[in-house]
Each structure stands twice: as C-alpha cells, then as structure tokens.
C-alpha cells in the first residue's frame, strides 16, 4: 500500500465517523480533499446508533407470601 492509498483510507475512515455524528461541514471537507485525490467520496446515510431504544426490561415482580 502507497502512501497516497493511506492517505484515502484515512480520508475514508474519518469520514465515516463525520456520517455517524453528523457533521455535515467536515463531511463535505473531507469530501474536498478525496476528490483532490481523484476519488468520488461514498456517499453514506447509515446511522450506528439506531434513533430509539426498543428493547424493555421487565420490572421484577413482587413476592408475597401468606403466612399460616
């Protein structure tokens, strides 16, 4: 791997991480820089963190006991 193949994977990994937390201006200057470097950005829309929780936890019942 050349220096210039580094160079566009890190572009590329630093510009997944911009997706994942939505910043868009430094989504577009990384994309600057990769077509500068002759490559088209990818153009990503995934989210890692799903928007809602769906999971629940149930709440632990509560024991009685009669006594006799």
Do not use: C, F, H, W
Not at 2 to 26: C, F, P
Not at 30 to 59: F, M
């Amino acid at each position: 791997m050349n220096d210039n193949e580094k160079l566009i994977s890190a572009l590329q990994e630093e510009r997944r991480g911009y997706v994942m937390r939505k910043l868009t201006k430094r989504i577009e200057a990384v994309d600057e820089q990769l077509r500068a470097l002759g490559v088209a950005p990818a153009r990503e829309t995934a989210t890692a963190v799903p928007s809602e929780e769906r999971a629940v936890v149930e709440s632990p019942k509560k024991r009685t006991t009669k006594r006799a």
